[in-house]
């Protein structure tokens, strides 16, 4: 008679994706030059001007916004894969945007309450809806299925932060 399999347990379940979000951000040390949240590995998004300067920013979403407010030339984008913090040519990477995984807004800040502690505040957040690079398309539609989000390309999503 075989013995009735066990699922794991929804704490188990959590904790699980728990330590997958924790290794996709251990943070560097250095802060982004957007939000002066701390870099994740996994995570930086790195602009090259075209007189040489580089910025490092967090995450993909904040990098975006750098280049949209500053419209100075770039030469070059790089970004870290999610899964293994290579560095990628951010052109070619396929990215997930609006996971329920937000590494970037899940640390320390927290969410603000109003002075009586009880309710939320809404706030603007730069690092949302996260934008998280992969070095495959096939591996950002797997990410995807796990996660939600809509799969991108960089051009897409560069198209989508002149129209705001």
Not at 3 to 20: F, I, K, V
Not at 36 to 46: A, I, K, Q, S, V
Not at 80 to 103: H, I, M, Q, W
Request: glycine share 8%; charged share 25%; aromatic share 4%.
């Amino acid at each position: 008679m075989s013995r009735p399999t066990s699922r794991p347990s929804l704490a188990t379940t959590l904790l699980a994706l728990a330590l997958l979000a924790g290794a996709g951000c251990s943070e560097r040390g250095a802060t982004c030059e957007a939000c002066d949240r701390h870099e994740c590995r996994n995570l930086t998004f790195t602009i090259v001007r075209s007189d040489g300067t580089r910025q490092h920013t967090c995450c993909p979403r904040c990098g975006l916004h750098l280049i949209a407010s500053q419209r100075s030339p770039v030469a070059s984008l790089a970004v870290r894969d999610f899964d293994t913090a290579g560095l990628l040519d951010a052109g070619s990477a396929a990215y997930v945007e609006g996971s329920d995984v937000s590494p970037c807004s899940s640390g320390a800040m927290g969410q603000p309450r109003d002075e009586r502690g009880c309710c939320l505040k809404p706030v603007y957040d730069r690092c949302l809806p996260s934008l998280i690079a992969f070095g495959s398309r096939d591996r950002a539609e797997a990410f995807a299925r796990d996660h939600g989000g809509v799969v991108k390309t960089l051009p897409e999503l560069r198209s989508a932060m002149q129209e705001l």
